[in-house]
Structures are given as C-alpha cells and as structure tokens.
C-alpha cells in the first residue's frame, strides 16, 4: 500500500462544475503539498499547508491532521485547470508523492 | 515561472553513458531538492542538499550522484545510463531544511528530460 493515496485517479468534469480531489497519508508529516503538473510537465505548487484550510482564487485545500486526509477543492472549474493534481506529505524533509489525478475540464 | 532554473531541458543520450544535469536554485534558497518521475514509478525524492551538505537520502541509486558547490548551484550525476533511467528530472529549492520540524515552500524548476536510448 503506497503512503500517499490519491482518489480519483482520473476525474472529467463540466466547466462550472465544483471539484473535489482527496489525499489520504499514513507517515507522519509536519506538512502536505498540493502541486499542479500541466502536459507540458511544469510543476507549480498550489498550497503548502499544515493544518486547517488555505484558498487561493478558486482553489481551497483543507487538511485533517487527525484522520490524514486532505483535500483540494476547485470551484467554479475551467478548462485550463485540466492537469494532474499531485499530493505530497512532507516527511523530515523527504517528499512522498501521491500518484496524482488526471482532470479534464471540458467547456 | 518559480526562479529555479534547470539545464539542459531535453537530453538524449545512449545506454552506458554519464550525463551531468544542473539545476541553480532561487536567489537566497539554500536546500535544493532531487526529483525523478518516470512512467511506472511516479514522482520519487532523489536527494536534497542544504547550503553544500547532504542532508537527506531518498531512492537514488548508487549509479547516480550529487553535489551542491559553494555558489548553491547543485549537479545531478547519472552515469552507467539504463534505458530505465528515462525520466523528468526535477530540481527544488527552498529557504531552509526542514529537519528541525519546520516545513519550507518547495519551488520546482521546469524539468529535464532525459531519454536513453
């Protein structure tokens, strides 16, 4: 069983739909990231965050310490949001990665 | 774009080889992070330096190597290259280390990309 779980794997959606992707970790992490990794394979990071909830723009990522589980929420989506969201649980300094979900955003 | 700077961009080179991949890390960051993402294995953490000293290992194998010099730039060393070693090589930079319980943005250069044939 991987340390960082990631579901969906694949997720499509409708432009304007509100869209949920979840991390689940089983290490123990002083931090989680949340990365964004578009075809060209740029990544950029969105959040890094430890407990509780950040939102930037139409994105907000929360996270449970309690039951390791976060989340990244993108509302009102886009078509340029289609890339592969990545979570990473920061363990000392080693980031462990999720194997990503692969979102679509059609218009 | 996040001020971190990696070269080559491509790369393609033949099985048995030694290649050399670079990365220079934002201004003022003094960690600078290893990442290779292939197909089957995902994103894994190589390695990372902090201001010119090892300071955390991850799944690099003994083939590949290394260093960050006094000006912070660090040097990726593959050698003996395998076809499996066809990979996206990222670099990260952050400000300080996390090993004393505090956590530090990672800032991700755009990659090289590395195909043995």
């Known amino acids: 069983k991987n340390e960082v779980e990631q579901s969906p794997q694949n997720l499509t959606a409708q432009e304007g739909e509100f869209i949920t992707i979840n991390c689940s970790y089983s290490v123990g992490i002083s931090a989680l990231h949340w990365l964004q990794q578009h075809p060209g394979g740029g990544i950029v990071s969105l959040f890094m965050?430890?407990?509780g909830k950040k939102k930037h723009g139409r994105l907000i990522a929360t996270i449970n310490i309690q039951e390791k589980h976060s989340s990244l929420h993108i509302t009102a989506s886009h078509p340029r949001d289609s890339a592969v969201y990545i979570c990473?649980?920061?363990?000392?300094?080693?980031?462990?990665f999720g194997t990503g979900t692969r979102l679509q955003v059609f218009p | 774009d996040s001020g971190v700077t990696q070269t080559p961009k491509h790369l393609i080179t033949a099985t048995g080889q030694r290649v050399t991949l670079r990365c220079s890390p934002r201004s003022g960051d003094l960690s600078v992070y290893w990442y290779q993402q292939s197909l089957d294995q995902g994103l894994q953490f190589l390695i990372q330096y902090y201001n010119g000293e090892e300071r955390a290992k991850g799944n690099i194998l003994e083939r590949f190597s290394a260093q960050q010099f006094p000006d912070l730039h660090s040097e990726l060393n593959l050698s003996s290259l395998e076809l499996g070693d066809s990979a996206l090589y990222f670099c990260?930079?952050?400000?300080?280390?996390?090993?004393?319980?505090?956590?530090?943005?990672?800032?991700f250069g755009p990659g090289t990309r590395l195909t043995v044939t």
């Open positions: 990473a649980a920061v363990n000392t300094d080693k980031l462990i």
């Open positions: 990260a930079s952050s400000v300080g280390t996390g090993t004393s319980g505090t956590s530090y943005e990672q800032y």
């Open positions: 965050l430890s407990s």
